[in-house]
């Protein structure tokens, strides 16, 4: 029996718009389950789920940060990096307003508007990495040259979990 294609989200769209090659999988997502339980259903190293985290800063512009999945973002280094004097993970809603994706299946692609991306330097230096593919429970397999359609500023702002 054939295996279905999956519905094509914007972010898939976006991908296949640049003739960006990619693989995507599925599993089955787990609510505040995190790139953990996305790495142990797929079988991968958590440090290649690249999770796509959608920030604020102290006066509400928004922007997006990829990053390891075993990382944390340390905001007092992101927000020196950025020259300002906070920032902060948006809410919910808000990150759903900013990008047109629900909480959990952002992806960087096709956001609902060009949002500033920073993406920590380890990323580039995968040879491959999974990112959310624009739902729940669907990821894309990319290499790092495919960020590049993002306009990405590297950074170096990652801390260790916990």
Same mark, same amino acid.
Request: hydrophobic share 35%.
């Given at each position: 029996?054939? $295996? $279905? @294609?999956?519905?094509? /989200?914007?972010?898939?769209?976006?991908?296949?718009?640049?003739?960006?090659? =990619?693989? /995507?999988?599925? =599993?089955? =997502?787990e609510e505040k389950g995190g790139?953990?339980? /996305?790495?142990?259903?797929?079988?991968?190293?958590?440090?290649?789920? %690249? @999770?796509?985290?959608?920030?604020?800063?102290?006066?509400?512009?928004p922007f997006i940060v990829l990053?390891?999945?075993?990382?944390?973002? +340390?905001? @007092?280094?992101?927000?020196?990096?950025?020259?300002?004097? +906070?920032? $902060?993970?948006?809410?919910?809603?808000?990150?759903?307003?900013?990008?047109?994706?629900?909480?959990?299946?952002?992806?960087?692609?096709?956001?609902? @508007? $060009?949002?500033?991306?920073?993406?920590? +330097?380890?990323?580039?230096?995968?040879?491959?990495?999974?990112?959310?593919?624009?739902?729940?429970?669907?990821?894309?397999?990319?290499?790092?040259?495919?960020?590049?359609?993002?306009?990405?500023?590297?950074?170096? %702002? +990652?801390?260790?979990?916990?």
């Amino acid at each position: 029996m054939a $295996k $279905k @294609k999956p519905a094509l /989200t914007t972010a898939l769209r976006m991908l296949d718009a640049h003739g960006i090659s =990619y693989t /995507t999988l599925e =599993y089955a =997502y787990e609510e505040k389950g995190g790139t953990r339980q /996305t790495a142990e259903c797929l079988g991968v190293p958590e440090h290649q789920v %690249v @999770k796509t985290l959608v920030m604020e800063t102290e006066t509400g512009d928004p922007f997006i940060v990829l990053m390891h999945g075993d990382r944390e973002v +340390s905001t @007092k280094s992101m927000a020196r990096h950025l020259g300002c004097k +906070s920032v $902060k993970p948006c809410d919910a809603r808000d990150a759903t307003r900013h990008t047109n994706y629900v909480f959990g299946g952002t992806s960087p692609f096709g956001t609902r @508007k $060009k949002l500033p991306v920073y993406v920590e +330097s380890g990323i580039l230096q995968l040879p491959w990495f999974l990112i959310n593919g624009g739902r729940r429970g669907f990821q894309v397999k990319l290499t790092p040259d495919a960020l590049a359609i993002l306009e990405p500023e590297t950074v170096e %702002v +990652s801390q260790a979990a916990g």
